[in-house]
């Protein structure tokens, strides 16, 4: 069973801080997807990585494949209190359909000002 | 161009009573994708729908629950005699006829059942 594991689960800071979350896997993913979910709400993507050791930026985003295609990062610069969210990576279910993904639980961000 | 939207945005049952969840795709749309968000819990595959066309229902569980997109009008995703286990977060999202995975999903912003 494919699985994707996040951490850390919770991160609160304050404004101005770095921070870095994680999704791993021991199974390897064609693609993986971020998305951000504010409460009340659903998720909304950030970016896919396609190829291993691909490295994508979203203004202070900065996003990153693993060589192996098993895990995935996010770096947020500078953080901000609108960065504040549930943060959830995706990968497609290995020999399901295209819409069978395998979410995260997520790493819930909280960034004070 | 609206997106994805799902109604209602909250719903309560009794135990036992059915629940009809209605996702209407972005327009041009024909691939509805639902999935379920439990307390604490990442979100689950639940379904995938062409029109009048379930591709893959393998998150589906086996009993109570059923989901068609038929020609015209909104999917629907119905539960029946619905118990306490099924209070969750519900999200469905929708893509074009050409699309790949890799574009990412559109999401609606779901309807939170609660069960009483």
């Known amino acids: 069973t494919q699985l994707l594991e996040q951490s850390p689960q919770f991160l609160s800071i304050q404004e101005g801080e770095n921070l870095t979350v994680y999704c791993n896997s021991s199974?390897?993913?064609?693609?993986l997807q971020w998305y951000r979910q504010e409460p009340g709400e659903g998720p909304v993507l950030l970016v896919t990585v396609v190829t291993g050791g691909e490295v994508k930026k979203l203004k202070r985003l900065t996003f990153q494949f693993g060589d192996a295609r098993k895990d995935s990062s996010l770096h947020i610069t500078a953080a901000q209190p609108g960065d504040t969210g549930l943060y959830l990576c995706a990968g497609v279910n290995y020999g399901g359909s295209q819409g069978n993904l395998i979410f995260g639980k997520g790493t819930k961000l909280s960034v004070k000002p | 161009n609206a997106g994805v939207m799902q109604n209602p945005r909250h719903l309560v049952r009794r135990r036992g009573q059915e629940a009809r969840l209605r996702c209407s795709p972005m327009k041009g749309h024909s691939h509805v994708y639902w999935y379920r968000q439990l307390p604490e819990e990442g979100l689950k595959f639940m379904v995938y729908l062409q029109k009048e066309n379930i591709i893959d229902e393998s998150g589906m569980p086996k009993e109570r629950f059923s989901a068609e997109f038929p020609k015209e009008g909104p999917s629907i995703l119905r539960i029946q005699q619905v118990v306490r286990g099924d209070s969750a977060a519900y999200f469905c999202a929708s893509s074009p006829q050409t699309w790949t995975v890799n574009y990412g999903y559109t999401f609606g912003s779901g309807t939170r059942l609660t069960v009483v």
């Open positions: 199974s390897v993913f064609s693609s």
